[in-house]
Structure formats: C-alpha cells, structure tokens
C-alpha cells in the first residue's frame, strides 16, 4: 500500500495562508516598518481589455519618472521603476531609494511598436493595441491529392 496522499485545491489554499502568515510574524518580530516596505515594494496592477486595446494600471506613488522602463516581449508586459523617498529633519537627511520590478501576463499578443503610457498623480497607464488576427484561408480540396494519394 502506498503512502502518497493527494492534496485538495482546499488544503494547498489553507497552507499557502499559513505560511504567509508565519512569515507575517517573522518579518514583524525581527523588521522595522522600514524593511516591511522594501518587502513589499510591486505595484498594484490592473489588466482590462476594451475593444482593440488591452489597458494596463499601476498604482505607483512617489515615482522618479525618469526611472520608469515599460517594456513588451511576446505576451508579457514588464514594468521596472525606482521610487525615491526623501526624509528631512533638523539634525538628519535621509534618502530611500526602492526599486521595483513587475510582470503580468498580457491576454493576448499586442502591438509592440503601438504601445502608448502616460503616468499622473502616482497612477501608470499603458494603452496595448492587439493584434489584428488574420484572416483564415480557405482551401481548395480539389486540387490536392486524397488521403490514398490518387487524383481523381
């Protein structure tokens, strides 16, 4: 008889939580509220097709523009960025810089060289214009041989 023991979507479910909060009280007893940002540094992001064009959002505030690289290979759409943070005080100046890189599976393929992004007020926008398909071809049957390879 076999030891094995298959796991329910359910279980995985309850794991993947446990383990998640167990790093929760891990990095909040030994992190300051300092290295629980940079642990969580990936912008939100929201993908919606509209007609022709697939719309990517990210929330990314504090954002040096300059820094932000959007890029599409194939189906996949990357954003890179680095946000800057400066603290002032009387007796001290600080400066934080956090680097952020993020991935999403676009539905469908795009026009790379179509690609239009506007970032404001903390938001990213990226306007992905889809391929058009292609129309289908219809074959002729007649002028090919049959599965025997004899004309008729």
């Known amino acids: 008889m076999s030891d094995l ?70 189906n996949v759409l990357s954003i890179t960025g680095e946000k800057v943070e400066e603290e002032k005080a009387e007796q001290h100046f600080s400066i934080s810089r956090q680097g952020f890189s993020s991935a999403v599976r676009l539905p469908c393929q795009v026009d790379a060289q179509q690609v239009r992004a506007h970032y404001a007020k903390g938001e990213l926008r990226v306007f992905l214009p889809k391929k058009t398909a292609r129309s289908a071809v219809r074959l002729n049957m007649d002028r090919f041989k049959h599965e025997r390879g004899e004309d008729e």
């Not at 329910?8 to 790093?23: A, I, P």
């Not at 909040?28 to 929201?46: Q, T």
């Not at 007609?51 to 929330?59: H, K, R, Y």
């Open 5 to 74: 023991h298959l796991w329910h979507s359910t279980e995985l479910g309850k794991l993947r939580r446990d383990m998640e909060e167990l790093f929760e009280s891990f990095v909040r007893d030994f992190c300051s509220p300092v290295d629980l940002r940079l642990l969580r540094c990936d912008p939100a992001v929201r993908i919606v097709s509209e007609g022709d064009t697939i719309i990517v959002t990210a929330q990314i505030p504090n954002l040096d523009p300059k820094s932000l690289k959007v890029t599409v290979s194939g």
